[in-house]
């Protein structure tokens, strides 16, 4: 009985390799091909025909991939694709200061910061394109919506659309890769006029080299008819770059002109910083009504050793009023990380900044893995204080621990000080400047 079985079902598999590609389209193993030439059931030559009949239908079909970059559709030929995925930042924060006078406390509390979608991918080879809305706040918000060309004459590409201002290694970098929940006090003289908007930018970059310059309008929320005008321009080199070891030296400048009803990049014209996105409470805060134009200068360094990570930026700004002298205002920050249990952060000569953090073994808690920790510190001062304009003076200093438990996950825990305030900062009950200012923040983040 068990010869017959083997013999009918031979001979059901035999039946169905003659009257159905369907079949042979499952046939892509090549042990199971080899063990049906053993019996018999196939010969050498018809195994050989199979595979290569296989080989020619996989290289017609457009291939489908899901991993840590998301959901990927290529095309047989390679010249076209889409790669769909998107990120999610829960955060929480509360803050202990003293009692101000006429002002409301921090506002602590949760909130979902970004709900992001995009959908990426090239056409024809050398055309690329990303579309990436913000879901959150329970509005639709429009961050890059661009297109981009790889000249073939040249090492360039022209990205044409809404996109970053190439200013500030800060403000290039991802909040999916920046090492606390937020930015530093430059943000506060680059991210107003200096980070998204409608324009053109050429970018070039090497095995240890980057460039990038654009001319641009307005930002996309914008719908006035009458906008201003900006330029960014930066530029780094890695001269030590190596599997374990970067050195970084970068620069950038930008120029933002006010529009007609005195607007910059349809905002009103002002430096400040928040304690955390949804707080409410700025210790420094300075709004220039008769603002012409802002220039913003940059120097970078960044290093790299293993585990080890630093970053500084020093960012010096010149206001041109309509009326009264130019401002200057500045700010700074150096931050140091340093990772546990195996990891380390991946920088991209390229493009000039830190990328994701590599996470040697993901969490998992039944094998006993627990991802990666990274411990960072940071201290940051600004000061908008100038001529007439009395904006403030701050220092910060925040303490950080980013669990990361794979590629596409990490918790952050931070603690921020903001102290020695002075100026035009808040004031507490008593009618002095406040001071001391303590806030704590865990963000929850998936991104792919």
Known sequence: MKTISSLACSASIAACLATSHAFADNLQDAALLKLLQEKGIISAEEAQSLQAEQAQRAQQQATVSMGSKGLKIESADKQASIQIGGRLHADYATHDHEAFANQEDAIDGTQIRRARLYAKGKLNGRWKYVLESDFAGNKVSVKDANLSYKLTSAPI??????????????????????????????????????????????????????????????????????????????????????????VHVGASYGLRKTSDDGLANGKSPSFSYKTTNFSDLKPVNASVADMDKVEVGVLEFAAMHGAWSVQS??????????????????????????????GQRRYKASEGEFKYFNVNTPFNASTGDWGALEVAA??????????????????????????????????????????DLDGGAIQNDKGEVADNIDSFAIRTQWAF
């Open 313 to 342: 930026e020093i960012a010096a700004n010149n206001v041109s009023r309509d009326s009264g002298d130019d401002l200057s205002f500045s700010a700074h920050y150096v931050q140091l990380g340093y990772s546990i249990f195996g």
């Open 157 to 246: 590409t022209l990205t044409v659309g809404n996109q970053k201002h190439a200013v500030s290694m800060e403000v290039e970098e991802s909040s999916n890769d920046i090492m606390f929940t937020e930015r530093s006090l430059v943000a506060a003289l680059t991210t107003p006029y200096f980070d998204r908007a409608i324009g053109i930018t050429a970018a070039s970059g090497g095995s240890n080299w980057h460039a990038k310059a654009g001319l641009f309008g307005d930002g996309i929320s914008n719908n006035d008819a009458d906008e201003g005008h900006g330029f960014g321009a930066r530029a780094s080199f890695a001269p030590v770059l190596n599997d374990n070891t970067v």
């Open 378 to 419: 940071r201290f940051d001062q600004i000061d908008l204080e100038d001529d007439n304009i009395s904006g403030g003076e701050a220092k910060r200093f925040t303490l950080g621990l980013n669990w990361y438990l794979s590629r596409n996950m990490r918790v952050l825990f931070d603690y921020s000080r903001s102290y």
